[in-house]
C-alpha cells in the first residue's frame, strides 16, 4: 500500500499501488447517511461491521469488491443498492443486518458467499440475479420475512441450509438447470406449502425438506438418484414409476413421521409410536404415506 488517509467523518482509507483508494475501517459510531468516494475501488473486510446506526450508504460504480463482513451487524440499513461495477460479494457482506428490506443486486455477480444475508429478517423479496450460478451455504438463513425467492437458471446447486429457518416462504420453484438440492437446503421452512422439483434434479441432500411442516405432498421425479436422511416429513411423496427409486423393497430412511398439533406444529407423542412408511402403487405414481398409520382400507 503507498499510503492512508482519513475523511472528516473519521473513515479510513489505504491508497493502493494503482492511485486508487480501499475503505479498510468507518468508526463505529458514524451515524446517518454516508457516500463513499467515487475513487474507492474496494470495500474491505468488516470495513462497517457494527456501525448500528449507519441507515444509509451510496456505493459508487467505482467498487469492484465488497469484503467479507464488510456491512455485517449494520442493523440500521434498510436498503443498499450494488452497483454494477461489483464482481465480487463478500461471504457474510450483509450478514444481521436485521432492518434491511431491499437490496438490489447487478448481473454482474457470479457468486453469493455464505451467510451473505444470513438473519436479515426484514427482507420480504429476492432476486437472484442470472449471473449468479452458486450461492453459498446459509445465504440466506433464518431470513424470517422473507416470502418470495427468485432462483435464476442460471443455478445448478441449491446450497447446504441456504433457505434455512426462512418460514414464510409459501413456494418454491426450482428451475431446470437445478441438478442438486443441499443438505437441510429448505430445512425449518415451516411455512411452506409447495414445491417444484424439475426432472433436472438428481440428488436431494439429507434434510432438505425436514421440519416443513405444511409440506404436504410432493411429486420426485424419476431423475431423481440419491435422496438423504430425513428430507421430508409428514408429507405424501410421490414417486415416478420409471424412478430408479421406485422399487417395493425400498423402505426409505428420508421419510419421517411426526404427529402435528391443529396449527401444524410438531408434537411430543404421548406414547412411543412406530413410525410407519406406506407405499401403495397408483396409476404411474408410487405413493409413500409418511404417517402414522391407524387403518388402512
Not at 9 to 33: C, H, N, W
Not at 187 to 206: F, M, Q, W
Amino acid at each position: 500500500m503507498a499510503g492512508e488517509w482519513t475523511d472528516n467523518r473519521g473513515v479510513r482509507f489505504q491508497l493502493k499501488a494503482d492511485g486508487t483508494d480501499m475503505l479498510y475501517e468507518a468508526p463505529k459510531q458514524i451515524s446517518g447517511g454516508y457516500i463513499i468516494p467515487n475513487t474507492v475501488t474496494e470495500i474491505g473486510d468488516m470495513a462497517f461491521f457494527d456501525c448500528s446506526r449507519l441507515t444509509s450508504v451510496i456505493i459508487p460504480d467505482s467498487v469492484t469488491r465488497i469484503g467479507d463482513v464488510a456491512f455485517g451487524n449494520c442493523i440500521g440499513l434498510t436498503e443498499i443498492a450494488v452497483p454494477n461495477s461489483v464482481v465480487e460479494l463478500g461471504n457474510m457482506a450483509f450478514s444481521g443486518c436485521g432492518n434491511l428490506k431491499n437490496v438490489s443486486l447487478p448481473n454482474t455477480i457470479p457468486y453469493i458467499g455464505y451467510f451473505t444475508f444470513y438473519d436479515c429478517k426484514a427482507l420480504t423479496s429476492f432476486n437472484i440475479p442470472n449471473s449468479v450460478t452458486v450461492v453459498g451455504d446459509t445465504a440466506f438463513g433464518d431470513c424470517s420475512g422473507l416470502t418470495t425467492i427468485t432462483i435464476p437458471n442460471s443455478m445448478t446447486v441449491i446450497a447446504r441450509f441456504a433457505f434455512r429457518g426462512c418460514r414464510r416462504l409459501t413456494s418454491i420453484v426450482l428451475p431446470n438447470s437445478v441438478t442438486k438440492i443441499g443438505k437441510g437446503a429448505f430445512y425449518r421452512c415451516s411455512g411452506l406449502t409447495s414445491v417444484t422439483i424439475p426432472d433436472s434434479v438428481t440428488e436431494i441432500g439429507n434434510g432438505a425438506f425436514r421440519g416443513c411442516f405444511r409440506l404436504t405432498n410432493v411429486t420426485l421425479p424419476s431423475s431423481v438418484k440419491k435422496i438423504g436422511k430425513v428430507s421430508f416429513e409428514n408429507v405424501l411423496v410421490r414417486i415416478e414409476k420409471d424412478s430408479p427409486l421406485c422399487t417395493k423393497d425400498f423402505v426409505p430412511s428420508c421419510f419421517v413421521v411426526r404427529n402435528l398439533h391443529k396449527d401444524g406444529v410438531p408434537a411430543k407423542p404421548k406414547t412411543k409410536k412406530r413410525n410407519i412408511t406406506t407405499a401403495i402403487y397408483k396409476d404411474k405414481f408410487l405413493l409413500y404415506f409418511t404417517k402414522y398409520i391407524t387403518k388402512i382400507s
